[in-house]
């Protein structure tokens, strides 16, 4: 059985960083796509980042570009994402998710993703 573990949440100061792990298990994820999605009180989930199964392609939503960095290492099964300058419009929980397809497909629809993890929480607070 498809199972995925997020890691790395915790409390933050605003323009800190944090590194999110999504692990697999059951699986190998060299033939996945990866999102990264994130859900706050009281508002919709919304997809933050999405790796390709090769790693050769990334997607990310206009709210993180430039401070959030999607990679994976197909040799440990694990995706990492890395936050920086994070605001605390950023505080969510945060999921990911596996989306099986062609090595540079990396989308960040949440329909595409069947396999998700139970997430983890995300606060940026001074």
């Known amino acids: 059985q498809l199972q995925l573990v997020e890691s790395g949440g915790g409390l933050v100061q605003p323009g800190g960083s944090l590194r999110l792990s999504c692990a697999a298990s059951g699986f190998t994820l060299d033939y996945y796509a990866i999102g990264w999605f994130r859900q706050a009180p009281g508002k919709e989930s919304e997809g933050v980042s999405c790796?390709?199964?090769?790693?050769?392609?990334?997607t990310y939503a206009d709210f993180v570009k430039g401070r959030f960095t999607i990679s994976r290492d197909n040799a440990k099964n694990t995706v990492y994402l890395q936050m920086n300058s994070l605001k605390p419009e950023d505080t969510a929980v945060y999921y990911c998710a596996a989306a099986k397809g062609s090595y540079y497909w990396a989308p960040l629809t949440r329909t595409e993703f069947r396999s998700w993890g139970q997430g983890t929480q995300v606060t940026v607070s001074s």
């Open positions: 790796i390709s199964s090769s790693g050769g392609s990334t």
